[in-house]
């Protein structure tokens, strides 16, 4: 894979940012309703502060977000069984480094269930039966805005510049076999043999413009435009010994995709110390380059090492609803729920694999329970 979206992009211009800021006065105190950084906002953690978010996600039968995990499955045959549950966690990071400026780390780590059931052209011995994913991103967010500084709640406008780097990774999916049926072909081996779907990862960097402005009587509302691009690989391997039979369950395909990314949210201060964040964003794939090594791959392939599986969406619409309450005035918990109308199109690049990459055209949710702390 490329490495032209190191992580050192954000630091480099984080740098950068910081020695224009230092001198600068503006402060970036949060409004009245803010509830942690992960809701989107043009506002910064304030200077010297640490702020440390604790996340655990789920989706099952019994925690099943608007039904999207059975619809998922009731809509995609080849999916049986326990698919579409999702167990999980994250952690997120921001520190303020001055009045203006902040740096965040966010990392999320996920088991998500894939349940082939029965895999006709083949005999099984083994299967595994999750995606076991890690995303990180890190970068910096700039306050260069703003107005309204009298306002006695502090719901301020203010309008920042956010840049990140990002990558994601998972596990291999392995199959173990020791018979393919092919449409002219069986073929048997004497021990049993894994083939793998592969190279499931993606690398990329954002850059987010958000503009945050008081309305009277609701609350803080935000409206953001961002640019990203990604390079995202997977490929088809497989153990068997013989160069001849290897090389047609062999396949790479490497991904580059342009994002253009437009949404808003509302913060409304239900109570004291209930905020509610209803935030929606468009992410639509402005550009796709698809590579396929071999180009012609043989045409007999049981199905989920075939390249066909791929979803050819362009957007995928988000919706995230998030209830918090606060414990004390540094301590504060959060119910989440997140909504994709096109599971992780855009947000996973590598997910648009042989594998998964059907189940990309279908919609999906997960919730969450979020504890965060100032320090």
């Known amino acids: ?222 409206i953001w435009a961002a640019y990203g691009e990604s390079e995202a690989t997977s490929g088809t391997t497989s153990d068997l010994t013989s160069a001849t039979f290897r090389r047609f369950f062999e396949q790479s395909f490497e991904l580059e995709e342009s994002y253009l990314y437009l949404g808003a949210s509302l913060t409304m201060q239900l109570t004291p110390r209930l905020p509610l964040t209803i935030s929606y964003e468009a992410i639509n794939i402005s550009d796709s380059n698809f590579k396929q090594f071999p180009e012609d791959p043989p045409a007999q392939l049981p199905g989920f090492l075939s390249a066909a599986n791929q979803s050819d969406e362009d957007i995928n619409h988000t919706l995230r609803v998030s209830l918090g309450y606060w414990l004390t005035p540094r301590l504060n918990v959060n119910l989440t729920g997140n909504l994709y109308s096109n599971q992780f199109l855009g947000v996973l690049p590598h997910y648009n694999n042989p594998l998964s990459g059907s189940f990309s055209t279908l919609p999906y949710g997960f919730a969450g329970i979020e504890l965060s702390y100032n320090f």
């Not at 702020?51 to 996600?57: F, R, T």
């Not at 301020?156 to 998972?170: D, H, P, T, V």
């Open 1 to 222: 894979m490329s490495a032209r979206y190191p992580f050192k992009i954000a630091f480099n211009l984080a740098q950068l940012c910081g020695l224009m800021l230092f001198s600068n006065t503006v402060t970036a105190d949060t409004p009245l309703g803010w509830i942690n950084s992960s809701n989107p906002a043009a506002y910064t953690t304030t200077a010297g502060e640490f702020e440390i978010s604790l996340a655990s996600l789920a989706v099952n039968d019994t925690i099943d977000f608007l039904n999207v995990r059975d619809d998922l499955v009731a809509n995609n045959r080849r999916l049986a069984g326990d698919s579409g549950d999702l167990n999980g966690g994250k952690l997120e990071l921001h520190y303020g480094i001055t009045e203006s400026l902040s740096v965040f780390y966010r990392q999320q780590q996920h088991r998500l269930t894939v349940d082939l059931g029965t895999i006709n052209s083949v005999s099984l011995i083994d299967i595994d039966k999750s995606l076991n994913t890690t995303q990180q991103s890190l970068g910096f967010k700039w306050t260069f805005f703003e107005s309204n500084l009298l306002k006695s709640d502090n719901r301020r406008s203010a309008a920042s510049l956010e840049i990140s780097g990002y990558s994601n990774k998972s596990d291999d999916f392995d199959v173990v076999i020791d018979e393919i049926n092919l449409d002219n072909l069986q073929i048997f081996f004497r021990d049993p043999q894994t083939f793998s779907v592969a190279d499931l990862e993606d690398e990329g960097w954002k850059a987010r413009l958000v503009y945050s402005f008081s309305l009277e009587r609701m609350g803080v509302a935000s």
